[in-house]
């Protein structure tokens, strides 16, 4: 009888060891938490205004069972979507990611010294991993045009089911005002604006 308890406690603990390993292995809640950050930090911050660039950083924490993270950028002038295009991705290792996204623009100056009409767009995504990044050539804004980034106020918490709109840039030609809208009601409201997108897939 002891024999038969003990082989049916044995098969107990082996059933309860295999659901739980599969268990663990499955992601039944997909989640995003998005903060604000800065891509010049510490001793670094001295550097910035030397390299004329405008920058703009946000930490991702990612767990669920998308495969890649992705970024996308939109060019919006006066509330009308100019230009979209998928900009880089990065592979999702075991459910999870934890690292930041970043983005750069410089304008290109030609042997007058006189400013282009594009600017270079470069795009991060990295982790303790390494990192994979873009450059681009994009349409920059007037060249007369005040300007100003548009970033998220605060920490974001949710699900991976949509786009998020991560970090903007935004140029009017008059005076203005940002902040308190949202980084895709301030582009959209813009004479010209810029939108980072970040999905996964």
Not at 13 to 22: D, E, K, M
Not at 46 to 69: A, R, S, W
Not at 141 to 167: C, H, M, R
Request: contains cysteine.
């Amino acid at each position: 009888m002891n024999i038969f308890k003990k082989l049916f406690a044995f098969t107990l603990i082996f059933i309860f060891l295999i659901v739980g390993c599969t268990k663990e292995n499955h992601v039944s809640e997909n989640y995003v938490k998005v903060t604000p950050s800065k891509l010049f930090k510490g001793d670094a911050e001295k550097l910035e205004p030397h390299l004329d660039m405008i920058t703009g950083c946000v930490e991702v924490k990612y767990q669920g069972d998308k495969k890649n993270l992705c970024l996308k950028y939109e060019i919006w002038e006066s509330g009308k979507l100019k230009d979209s295009q998928d900009i880089v991705s990065t592979i999702i290792s075991n459910n999870e990611f934890n690292g930041e996204v970043s983005i750069s623009l410089k304008d290109i100056i030609g042997t007058d010294l006189q400013k282009s009409d594009s600017m270079i767009m470069k795009t991060v995504i990295s982790n303790t991993n390494g990192y994979v990044g873009s450059t681009k050539y994009i349409e920059r804004f007037n060249q007369n045009y005040g300007y100003g980034p548009a970033e998220i106020a605060g920490e974001l918490n949710v699900t991976d089911s949509k786009e998020l709109s991560v970090w903007g840039l935004t140029s009017y030609k008059g005076s203005y005002t940002t902040g308190g809208k949202g980084v895709e009601d301030e582009v959209k409201a813009a004479d010209w604006g810029l939108i980072l997108k970040m999905y996964f897939k």
